[in-house]
């Protein structure tokens, strides 16, 4: 008899655990395109992934009450966001593409970002953000990387996002988005083909600044905390940091640093890499 409730018990255990497989799956903030990521990193559609907590997706927390307190829009003004672009010079394509109401509306994907711990704290993370944004694409100028198309960007190696032969994974975007695993998980998690259409980065200004939210909220939101030097290495820190670019990496500093000072924030200690 003890036998037979044993079995049975482990017969339920397995039961349960395949409805769950097929609601949830465990995942780096890279879910389907119609589910959300809730504050534990799994994926789903109910209040549990969407509400509350919720990292990325369709996400149904408001974003108009965040934990800190602050309203990113209230941050990045009209004024500021023009006051970047607006230092753009010569060749600029980036002045007909970036808006202010394009990063806006993909900000309602993630509405972890800027919004967690203190409202200084939310300040320094958007003022990071685009200090990092302005270094790499020259004050919203550069929609694609410079030569980017003679740049190898596939790792053959990754089975899980083959790269198509046809296409090229590199730079595009606020973050400059490359390799081909980043563009087909940033596909997956926000709804694009990133492995067959990589161009999508640089043609839909939403979709664009999708990616470099994605990439910030699973590489370098965590790490926010450690002070800016640490958002460098997780961005490019295997060129530039450990002495390597220190001109690269002051130029990052100098961009936070104004930023941070426009916000009326402190940018903490821990500035280089």
């Not at 965040?66 to 753009?88: K, L």
């Not at 919203?140 to 960007?153: M, P, R, V, W």
């Amino acid at each position: 008899m003890a036998a037979l409730c044993v079995k049975k018990n482990i017969l339920t255990l397995v039961a349960i655990a395949l409805i769950l497989a097929g609601y949830v799956k465990a995942q780096n903030c890279g879910c389907a395109a119609n589910e959300c990521c809730s504050e534990f990193g799994y994926c789903g559609t109910t209040t549990e992934y969407c509400g509350k907590g919720c990292r990325e997706g369709p996400c149904t927390a408001s974003p108009t009450t965040p934990s800190s307190g602050v309203s990113v829009a209230d941050i990045v003004t009209d004024a500021f966001f023009n006051g970047i672009i607006n230092q753009g010079t010569g060749d600029c394509p980036g002045k007909s593409f970036y808006t202010r109401a394009a990063f806006l509306n993909a900000l309602n994907s993630y509405t972890q970002f800027g919004t967690t711990g203190t409202a200084d704290d939310s300040k320094r993370e958007i003022a990071a953000f685009f200090a990092h944004v302005t270094h790499e694409t020259g004050f919203l100028c550069k929609i694609e990387e410079t030569n980017g198309a003679s740049q190898d960007y596939c790792d053959e190696n990754n089975t899980q996002y083959p790269c198509n032969p046809a296409k090229k994974y590199y730079g595009r975007g606020p973050l400059q988005l490359t390799w081909n695993y980043n563009y087909g998980a940033a596909g997956n998690s926000i709804g694009f083909d990133g492995l067959n259409a990589p161009e999508t980065v640089a043609t839909d200004a939403v979709v664009s600044f999708k990616t470099a939210l994605w990439f910030w909220m699973t590489n370098v939101h965590s790490v926010i905390g450690q002070g800016f030097g640490a958002t460098t290495r997780a961005i490019n820190g295997a060129v530039e940091c450990d002495g390597k670019r220190p001109d690269l990496v002051q130029a990052r500093i100098n961009y936070y640093t104004q930023y941070c000072n426009q916000f009326g924030v402190a940018p903490g200690d821990n500035l280089s890499c």
